[in-house]
């Protein structure tokens, strides 16, 4: 009884280490029912990517004006200047961004940093705080900018 056991194991062994297995496209060139990438039943998986997180402050005025004082506040000036217009950092008033000038992307260049400089800043600064600078950033140049450069 043992050696008909090893016997097929030693079988089997043979057959996976010699990759006597055909393929799916071998057999379908055999004759067999054609190979289709199509696949049956639900997909899983979203349908589609998430909808991208809205900020919560939009444009309101106060919110605004709060996050141009946390600019100021969490020296983000000392990089991107004054009134963002560049330093160290890129300009945060011109319409070129490398990793998306969306509410969402920005969010995400704050909190989670970006490469060549741009710290993460996620876990030292609340949500909050990050979407009011959000809102800020997104005001420049635009009429509802407080305290726009001269």
Not at 94 to 102: A, K, Q
Not at 119 to 131: H, V
Request: aromatic residues 8%; neutral net charge.
């Amino acid at each position: 009884m043992k050696r008909r056991i090893s016997l097929a194991m030693m079988t089997f062994a043979a057959v996976a280490i010699c990759g006597c297995q055909r393929e799916p496209s071998e057999v379908a060139a055999a004759g067999s029912v054609p190979a289709v990438g199509v696949s049956i039943g639900p997909v899983p998986g979203p349908a589609g990517p998430p909808p991208e997180p809205k900020n919560p402050f939009g444009q309101n005025p106060v919110a605004l004006t709060e996050g141009r004082s946390l600019f100021l506040r969490y020296n983000c000036y000392g990089c991107h200047g004054g009134h963002a217009g560049g330093g160290m950092g890129p300009s945060l008033r011109d319409p070129v961004w490398i990793y998306g000038s969306s509410e969402a992307h920005i969010f995400d260049s704050i909190a989670q940093g970006r490469a060549n400089g741009m710290p993460a800043w996620g876990t030292q600064i609340p949500q909050e705080e990050i979407w009011k600078l959000v809102a800020y950033i997104k005001s420049m140049r635009t009429p509802n900018e407080p305290d726009p450069p001269e």
